[in-house]
């Protein structure tokens, strides 16, 4: 319950500072529009030239995509301002403020800044997300579609913490971005199905780089249906996962150089 009020007051700092700048609240909203629309456009051209794209129709690659919209609007509301300013607060010793909470320190860092001017974003990913799910032409039940909700805040979660640790290594490299860029760099693995990977590629998108379990396994389960085999491996993949971003970010702590060093 401690934790929840201190998210709570999070939410209300972010709603009323993103007031103030309304130019950058329109900004991103007609930013991640054009996002939406071109990843779509992009889907729609290569269905022009194909039947099926790594197994799944063009109803159901909009279904993916839509869902990885949510992911995205989830990472970019919830995490990624936080996550820009992790280099800057361990470069400049800034980091200092947030060791000395009486809370977690990757709760802080992780959560403090709630992106108020992108949660319209999300409700229009949720949106679209809800006009690919009416528009697939078979029945998929509501629990299938509650299984697939959940999966995909499994992948919200499994996004942010691949995302953290390639920034982690800011404590040694103390450049300007860690690793960030060969994330933002990886993450587009996330954005295309996973079987039009073969052979090592894929087994590596699945396990120890699992971009792929972000958004084409939920869709898979979502279209194919939840099997023991997929479950112990999306458990087991984002509980490993966590638990190394919580080693590496206790690992860096120790390496960290405070402002009063």
């Not at 129709?57 to 992790?86: E, K, P, R």
Request: hydrophobic share 55%; with cysteine.
């Amino acid at each position: 319950m401690r934790y929840l009020r201190l998210y709570l007051y999070f939410l209300r700092f972010s709603f009323s500072r993103a007031m103030e700048f309304r130019l950058d609240f329109w900004f991103r909203i007609v930013m991640d529009c054009t996002f939406y629309a071109v990843q779509i456009i992009f889907f729609r051209v290569l269905y022009s030239q194909t039947g099926m794209l790594g197994g799944w129709s063009l109803d159901q690659s909009l279904v993916f995509i839509c869902g990885f919209f949510m992911i995205d609007a989830l990472h970019m509301t919830l995490f990624a301002n936080n996550l820009w300013w992790l280099p800057i607060l361990v470069n400049k010793g800034d980091l200092d403020y947030y060791l000395v909470r009486p809370v977690s320190s990757l709760f802080f860092v992780s959560l403090r800044d709630f992106a108020a001017n992108s949660f319209v974003n999300l409700l229009i990913a949720g949106g679209l997300l809800a006009w690919a799910l009416a528009r697939y032409p078979l029945p998929l039940g509501g629990g299938s579609i509650a299984m697939f909700v959940l999966f995909i805040l499994n992948g919200s979660l499994l996004y942010y913490t691949l995302a953290m640790c390639f920034l982690v290594p800011v404590f040694w490299l103390h450049s300007n971005r860690g690793l960030g860029d060969v994330f933002y760099t990886l993450q587009h693995y996330a954005s295309r199905p996973d079987r039009i990977f073969t052979g090592y590629v894929r087994r590596l998108l699945v396990t120890f780089l699992p971009f792929s379990l972000i958004m084409s396994f939920p869709t898979r389960i979502l279209f194919e249906g939840l099997t023991p085999s997929i479950l112990l491996h999306l458990t087991v993949v984002t509980t490993l996962a966590f638990l190394f971003l919580v080693w590496l970010w206790n690992k860096g702590l120790r390496a960290y150089s405070s402002a009063s060093s």
